[in-house]
């Protein structure tokens, strides 16, 4: 299964019918939450909005998650331990106020287990190998707990 | 519940993936010390029931009209608050809260945002050198002295 996921604040219509071509031509199960997207899908199951537990069980159990450019989805697919494709949007196509996301690609493309898409053919070309789509390392978790224990003795010691 | 002999620590970032990246750092410091959560929009932020958090005017580099109010809401904060620290990942709150303090006994930890690759924010080089300490969450970007690398949030 394939889990699409565009956030809470913008519709990504651009994504989804993208992701409606791919599982039109393609067996893998889609479903997506599509936000207040006008466009909806033919060939994939959708909601425009779901609670945070089947939101993250969805993560958890896809084979890749789709998503917009989004911080807190890149955490969540690290969390449940799922190869994450994000895809900007883009200012000039009226997809967001600024163009921010395209920005954000260039740091979420050096993470391990992000891949980074800005057109439906490097959409399409990363969704052509799913299988050989890599999970972050879990031991980078460590960092996230190391820089908060590295913080906490700061505050007490005053010590770096 | 807020505990008396816990320290108290104010938190404070923007909306967006300043605030996504605070929670991610300071929820695991909770059971540690009295974190307090400054943000703009908070009524929309809170993760968590029990967190408290504060709502505060929001200002950038293209408001600064809306500075002034800012800076009186973060100095009654601290009056009645009175934090040991401040940890913020930016942007604006963050760095006004850090001038402000700079005089007062108030540890300040600027934790720079993951999306910071090439070169530390705006934020950061406006507080760098008024900050108690400066974080990067990528490697390349510290020089072991001032600005420091332990990880990151992902």
């Known amino acids: 299964m394939i889990f699409v996921a565009v956030g809470t604040q913008f519709p990504f219509d651009r994504l989804i019918e993208n992701m409606d071509d791919w599982a039109n031509d393609h067996e893998e199960k889609v479903l997506a939450q599509i936000s207040e997207g006008e466009y909806l899908p033919a060939h994939i199951k959708w909601q425009r909005f779901l609670d945070g537990e089947e939101y993250n069980k969805n993560i958890r159990e896809a084979s890749v998650f789709v998503s917009h450019a989004g911080m807190g989805n890149i955490i969540s697919a690290r969390e449940q331990q ?8 883009q200012y000039k196509l009226g997809e967001h106020r600024n163009d921010h996301q395209a920005e954000g690609l260039k740091w979420m493309g050096k993470l391990d287990g992000v891949y980074t898409a800005s057109t439906k053919k490097e959409l399409f070309n990363h969704l052509e190998h799913i299988d050989q789509l890599i999970v972050a390392d879990p031991e980078n978790k460590v960092g996230s707990s190391e820089l908060s224990s590295y913080l906490a003795n700061f505050i007490k010691t005053g010590k770096r | 519940m807020p505990e008396k002999n816990k320290q108290k620590v104010l938190a404070i970032a923007s909306p967006g993936g300043h605030w996504i990246q605070l929670n991610k750092i300071c929820n695991p410091l909770e059971t540690q010390f009295d974190i307090v959560y400054v943000t703009p929009g908070a009524q929309y932020s809170s993760t968590k029931s029990n967190q408290k958090v504060l709502n505060i005017t929001d200002a950038s580099a293209t408001s600064k009209h809306k500075l002034i109010p800012l800076a009186l809401q973060l100095l009654w904060i601290f009056i009645r608050e009175r934090p040991t620290a ?11 809260a850090f001038l402000l303090v700079k005089f007062l006994p108030i540890k300040t930890i600027w934790v720079d945002s993951i999306a910071n690759v090439s070169i530390l924010s705006r934020s950061a080089r406006m507080v760098i050198k008024h900050a108690d300490l400066v974080i990067t969450q990528w490697q390349p970007l510290s020089d072991n002295k001032k600005i420091i690398y332990k990880g990151s949030i992902l």
């Open chain 2, 86 to 96: 401040i940890i913020s990942t930016g942007a604006a709150p963050g760095a006004i």
């Open chain 1, 82 to 89: 799922t190869p994450i494709i994000v895809m900007n949007r």
